[in-house]
């Protein structure tokens, strides 16, 4: 008797923001191809849930329309500065 294939879970990578430098373009982690803030036009990704806190956005879960891969995106909220 064979055994079936194991069933893979969907991988959710994350990304710091505070960690990219330049104008915030990252490739994908499991494909690399380059996912830039500039794209409004989700040919190479999808905006799958927004996460607010406080008026403010706290996370971004996309979603790459090459691999499907799930990216969540966190590094958002404005850390207070200090004097």
Same mark, same amino acid.
């Given at each position: =008797? =064979? ?5 893979? @879970?969907?991988?959710?990578? &994350?990304?710091? /923001?505070?960690? %990219?430098? #330049?104008? #915030? ?6 494909? #690399?191809?380059? %996912? ?9 990704? &999808?905006?799958?849930? &927004? @996460?607010? !806190?406080?008026?403010? /956005?706290?996370?971004?879960?996309? =979603? ?5 891969? !799930?990216?969540? /995106? %966190? #590094?958002? /909220? ?6």
């Amino acid at each position: =008797m =064979m055994k079936k294939p194991a069933v893979k @879970k969907d991988m959710t990578y &994350t990304i710091d /923001l505070t960690t %990219i430098d #330049g104008d #915030g373009a990252f490739p994908c982690p499991k494909c #690399g191809v380059i %996912i830039s803030p500039d794209d409004e036009t989700e040919e190479t990704y &999808t905006i799958v849930e &927004t @996460k607010v !806190k406080n008026d403010e /956005l706290a996370e971004l879960i996309l =979603m790459c329309n090459n691999c499907r891969s !799930k990216i969540r /995106l %966190i #590094g958002f /909220l404005s850390q207070p500065k200090e004097s």
